[in-house]
């Protein structure tokens, strides 16, 4: 089945730092991947996507690569603030099949000091 | 901006009660979704609603479960003679088509479950 693997967290970082937030995915079919993020009392948001290999999602300075070869959607940003403080969530949806769901990791919390 | 709304944010139900989760999806959106997440665990599909009836559901959602769309805005979930394993985070989200490779789920901020 369908799954998706995100690195340990929590995650701290000082202002202005780069951040890699890892994600690995393990899919049949050709699946569309997702970074979600939750800020503080709010839902779950779209933050980027890609719907094929080699796509590069972006949005907020934030960027993820869709790598086939190693089955990676690693979330960067190369400068964050502290409002970046989040938790974020990768997660994939098959194309083929139950196109109607998505599959997510377990989330990681970041958090930015000033 | 439109939004995915849930109340309540948090309920606190005893062991084999029943209890409703309530959501309004945004109003021009056709699917709709219950998702939960275990504290320190994965965020899991649970159900998915379209046309008045489910679409999908996972072997999580057994007879447990149900989903309603009582009337054209709200989108209910009930958890009959909850169990502790019932405590979670319960997600809502919606969206405009089917196909989330062409289409966002928008989520609510979700419903705070605790069995005692």
């Known amino acids: 089945g369908n799954s998706v693997t995100q690195m340990e967290g929590p995650v701290t970082l000082s202002e202005e730092a780069f951040l890699t937030i890892n994600c690995t995915y393990t899919?049949?079919?050709?699946?569309?991947l997702f970074w979600y993020v939750q800020y503080p009392g709010e839902g779950l948001q779209l933050l980027l996507k890609?719907?094929?290999?080699?796509d590069k999602g972006s949005n907020k300075g934030f960027e993820a690569t869709y790598r086939k070869e190693t089955t990676s959607f690693h979330l960067e940003k190369g400068s964050v603030q502290v409002s970046d403080s989040a938790v974020y969530f990768c997660?994939?949806?098959?194309?083929?099949?139950?196109?109607?769901?998505?599959?997510f990791g377990k989330g990681i919390t970041l958090s930015v000091r000033p | 901006e439109p939004e995915v709304t849930q109340t309540p944010s948090h309920q606190v139900t005893q062991m084999g009660q029943e209890v409703i989760l309530r959501c309004v999806p945004i109003?021009?959106?056709?699917?709709f979704y219950w998702y939960r997440q275990i504290l320190g665990q994965k965020v899991e599909f649970l159900v998915s609603?379209?046309?008045?009836?489910?679409?999908?559901k996972s072997e999580i959602f057994d007879d447990q479960f149900s989903v309603e769309r009582p009337d054209g805005s709200n989108f209910t979930l009930k958890i009959r003679s909850t169990k502790l394993e019932d405590s979670a985070m319960y997600f809502c989200?919606?969206?405009?088509?089917?196909?989330?490779?062409?289409?966002?789920?928008?989520f609510g901020q979700g419903t705070r479950l605790t069995v005692v």
């Open positions: 890609a719907t094929k290999a080699d």
């Open positions: 109003s021009n959106h056709l699917y």
């Open positions: 997660a994939l949806s098959a194309v083929t099949g139950a196109n109607s769901k998505l599959t």
């Open positions: 899919a049949t079919g050709y699946p569309s």
């Open positions: 609603f379209y046309n008045n009836e489910i679409s999908e």
């Open positions: 989200a919606s969206s405009v088509g089917g196909r989330l490779m062409n289409t966002e789920a928008f």
